[in-house]
Nanobody, 126 residues
């Protein structure tokens, strides 16, 4: 069965950095994509970034472009989200998800992803 495990969250000060990890297992598809989403209390889950396994294409939400970087370590079946210059507005539970096929029109919506991890909490505060 497909399993995703997000980790690496924690408490950081504004301007700080974190690297989130998403360990994927349980599937052998060659063509898939990994998306990162986040959800703050009382808000909808929003797409943050996506990376396609087929060609390595990456996509970012405007709110994080230039600050976050998504990457893959194929040998470890792990995807990363490097988060720099963090702001209090970045505080949320961050989830990784799998979509079969390339990234759906950028990051895409939450309805376009097939499997989800439990998420990891990122808190940005002084």
């Amino acid at each position: 069965d497909v399993q995703l495990q997000a980790s690496g969250g924690g408490l950081v000060q504004p301007g700080g950095s974190l690297r989130l990890s998403c360990a994927a297992s349980g599937f052998t598809f060659d063509d898939y994509s990994i998306g990162w989403f986040r959800q703050a209390p009382g808000k909808e889950r929003e797409g943050v970034s996506c990376i396609s396994s087929s060609d390595g294409s990456t996509y970012y939400a405007d709110s994080v472009k230039g600050r976050f970087t998504i990457s893959s370590d194929n040998a470890k079946n792990t995807e990363y989200l490097q988060m720099n210059s963090l702001k209090p507005e970045d505080t949320a539970v961050y989830y990784c998800a799998v979509a079969f096929g390339p990234c759906p029109e950028g990051v895409g919506s939450k309805y376009e992803y097939d499997y989800w991890g439990q998420g990891t909490l990122v808190t940005v505060s002084s």
